[in-house]
């Protein structure tokens, strides 16, 4: 039975392309374009899913994350490594101007800068693991907004055709010419 019904829609179409060629060229096209676009939404449905509503490794397939990246993993200790170098030679001009200027001042600002010094290691080498800490809260906070809201795809983001085609009245408002334009 179904045969039946394409094979009469073929007959038509061609009956169609006969009489307005480019009525049924423009037709034609414009099917065309709505399933690849129908197509091309649900892949970036997934896209979308997977890098803008979520924080993953991109270099593997798994939802490993992001700082588990060996790239980032060696970029943070030559950050460290350098960090660590500032760090000593901080300490050796401070404790330079300790030793040769006999002043309260130069000893108080060893006394100061101790404690920053340690901070400052202690940042530096737990960096990752913080910044980890920092993407699971981001993403923590963006569940729990996405689940008090509606359902969250591609028909319902600002960019969606869909979405202005439910249309708000300012819209047609700002589309219309005024009368009393000069």
């Not at 060229?25 to 892949?43: E, K, N, P, T, W």
């Not at 994350?65 to 790239?71: E, Q, R, S, Y």
């Not at 202690?122 to 699971?136: C, E, G, R």
């Amino acid at each position: 039975m179904s045969t039946d019904v394409s094979i009469i829609n073929g007959i038509t179409n061609a009956g169609h392309a006969i009489t307005d060629p480019v009525g049924f060229l423009l037709s034609s096209l414009m099917g065309l374009l709505g399933h690849f676009i129908s197509v091309a939404r649900v892949d970036m449905g997934g896209v979308l899913d997977r890098f803008l509503f979520r924080t993953v490794d991109p270099t593997v397939t798994g939802n490993r994350p992001l700082t588990a990246n060996p790239n980032i993993a060696n970029l943070n200790l030559g950050l460290a490594v350098a960090v660590d170098a500032m760090i000593g030679l901080v300490v050796l001009l401070t404790s330079l101007r300790s030793i040769f200027e006999r002043s309260m001042r130069s000893k108080y600002d060893l006394k100061v800068i101790i404690p920053r010094i340690l901070l400052a290691i202690v940042l530096a080498h737990a960096s990752l693991l913080f910044m980890q800490m920092a993407i699971d809260l981001n993403n923590a906070l963006g569940s729990v907004a996405l689940s008090l809201g509606g359902p969250l795809n591609g028909d319902s983001l600002p960019w969606s055709r869909r979405r202005r085609s439910r249309g708000s009245s300012l819209a047609r408002t700002c589309s219309r010419p005024s009368s009393a334009s000069p």
